[in-house]
């Protein structure tokens, strides 16, 4: 049964650059190892009629950031494990070399999960 990551994140506006790159160069690691696909959305229509509870007031976006939806799928919780180890273990994943770069998204707000699919059409 596949299997995806998912994530909430709130991006300043003026660091939407610098995360687009981060995004893609994730992308190109998770695919490499086996991702299945990788999607990074950015927040367009965030007041839909009669909801009241949205992504905005779930992870607290302030006036100047968007939020990204974002997930990763793989065939299954045992491949989402695999990749994501070869993908910790890739040099251009290593801490050290980000760690004089802040990251352009408040991570007391980044939101994460694994999950199993349930429906899928």
């Given amino acids: 049964m596949r299997y995806v990551d998912g994530f ?8 939407l650059k610098e995360y687009k790159k981060m995004a893609q160069l994730g992308a190109k690691i ?3 190892y086996g991702a299945l696909e990788y999607m990074e959305a950015m927040a367009d229509d965030m007041t839909p009629e009669g909801v009241t509870f949205t992504f905005p007031k779930a992870a607290k976006a ?4 968007v939020v990204f939806f974002s997930f990763i799928v793989f065939k299954s919780r045992k491949h989402r494990d695999a990749v994501n180890k070869k993908v910790m273990a890739d040099p251009k994943m290593q801490p050290g070399q980000y760690k004089d770069k802040p990251m ?3 991570m007391k707000r980044f939101s ?7 429906v899928e059409a």
């Fill in 104 to 106: 352009p998204f408040d």
């Fill in 112 to 118: 994460y999960g694994g999950f199993e699919v349930f």
């Fill in 30 to 32: 998770w695919k490499k």
């Fill in 62 to 65: 302030k006036p100047d950031e």
């Fill in 8 to 15: 909430i994140l709130c991006v300043k506006k003026n660091q």
